[in-house]
């Protein structure tokens, strides 16, 4: 069962914040997330392994919440560059190295 | 410089058409991926590998066949395309412990199906 994100979809002008949230129906065993840029491939972002982890680097950070089964991702102080569809992706089982991916939410970055 | 290598990157073929995407990696990956991505949309896996001669299928029912004859090889073969395969399909790899495996994606071969 694929995880569900919010937002579809955001619209910010550059500088502002925005958070996209990933969350799951069964437990999480750990999250990835992915940015793919139109016509580009995904590229990865970060991994969270573990319950109360966080991580991050340059403005985007993320943080994953065993027990509410969810992980958010955080872009401070969005650039242009910030623009593509984010996914989040998890393993279907704690012992499955293969991701099922969430429907990606769309993030626009204006100036 | 890309270490996941994907031909053709488009292709145009007519239904009925046998194809078979290639995709190799040059990192010594164990595990191997097949994704199907309509535009704009999500990610769906259609085929793995974790290792040489181990293939299964993913969350999404796919015509398409797959082998794994050399670690650094994963083509995936249709044998009788059909519009409805019109897609996106990109090959990824991996590495590492089981939850732990970040994905290296291709830049994807490009299929329609008239």
């Known amino acids: 069962q694929q995880p569900v994100q919010s937002p579809q979809a955001v619209i910010l002008r550059e500088g502002e914040d925005a958070v996209i949230n990933c969350s799951s129906s069964k437990a999480l065993y750990s999250v990835h997330w992915y940015r793919q840029k139109h016509g580009e491939a995904p590229v990865f972002l970060m991994i969270?392994?573990?319950?109360?982890e966080q991580k991050g680097h340059d403005k985007i950070s993320a943080s994953f919440n065993e027990k509410k089964q969810q992980s958010s991702l955080y872009l401070t102080a969005s650039q242009l560059s910030y623009s593509g569809t984010y996914f989040c992706?998890?393993?279907?089982?704690?012992?499955?190295?293969?991701?099922?991916f969430g429907s990606g939410t769309q993030l626009t970055v204006l100036p | 410089e890309a270490d996941i290598y994907q031909t053709p990157r488009y292709l145009v073929i007519g239904t009925g058409k046998k194809i078979t995407l290639e995709c190799s990696q040059t990192?010594?990956?164990?595990?191997m991926y097949w994704y199907q991505q309509d535009p704009g949309m999500e990610l769906h896996l259609i085929h793995y590998s974790y290792g040489v001669n181990s293939t299964e299928k993913g969350d999404l029912s796919s015509e398409s066949t797959v082998s794994r004859i050399r670690t650094e090889h994963f083509p995936l073969t249709l044998e009788s395309a059909r519009p409805s395969h019109t897609s996106q399909y990109l090959c990824?790899?991996?590495?590492?412990?089981?939850?732990?495996?970040?994905?290296?994606f291709g830049a994807g071969s490009r299929l329609t199906v008239l």
């Open positions: 969270l392994l573990k319950g109360g």
């Open positions: 990824a790899s991996a590495q590492g412990a089981a939850g732990a495996n970040v994905l290296t």
């Open positions: 992706g998890t393993p279907p089982s704690g012992s499955a190295r293969q991701l099922t």
């Open positions: 990192m010594g990956h164990d595990k």
